[in-house]
């Protein structure tokens, strides 16, 4: 299994990122993905999941009506488009496998938001 993010960087307070994810080493097509994410000094934080057909998706209230997960199947690929971003949303993301926090994950992407 190998899960690759791409997409963080610097945002300013009120701006927006789309974070990708490609996965390899598995029937993307037959699994829920998930976007976790751990700021510095806490714990890590399941924050979107959308199922194999990306039909359903649900939301951490922490991130709800700011952020959309969507998939591509055929491009094997996860996104999470993030909107309205605050300074508590600065974290590293990682893309994981399944539905939940516990599942296999890439290295991660940062995400910094700050003036």
């Known amino acids: 299994v190998q899960l690759v993010e791409s997409g963080g960087g610097l945002v300013q307070p009120g701006g927006s990122l789309t974070l990708s994810c490609t996965g390899s080493?598995?029937?993307?097509?037959?699994?829920?993905m998930s976007w976790a994410r751990q700021a510095p000094g806490k714990a890590l934080e399941w924050i979107s999941g959308?199922?194999?057909?990306?039909?359903?998706?649900h939301y951490s209230d922490s991130v709800k009506g700011r952020s959309s997960i969507s998939r591509d199947n055929n491009k094997n690929t996860v996104t999470l488009q993030m909107n309205s971003l605050k300074p508590e949303d600065t974290a590293v993301y990682y893309c994981?496998?399944?539905?939940?926090?516990?599942?296999?994950r890439g290295q991660g992407t940062l995400v910094t938001v700050s003036a």
């Open positions: 994981v496998l399944g539905w939940g926090r516990q599942g296999s």
């Open positions: 080493g598995f029937t993307f097509s037959l699994v829920s």
């Open positions: 959308i199922d194999r057909d990306g039909v359903k998706t």
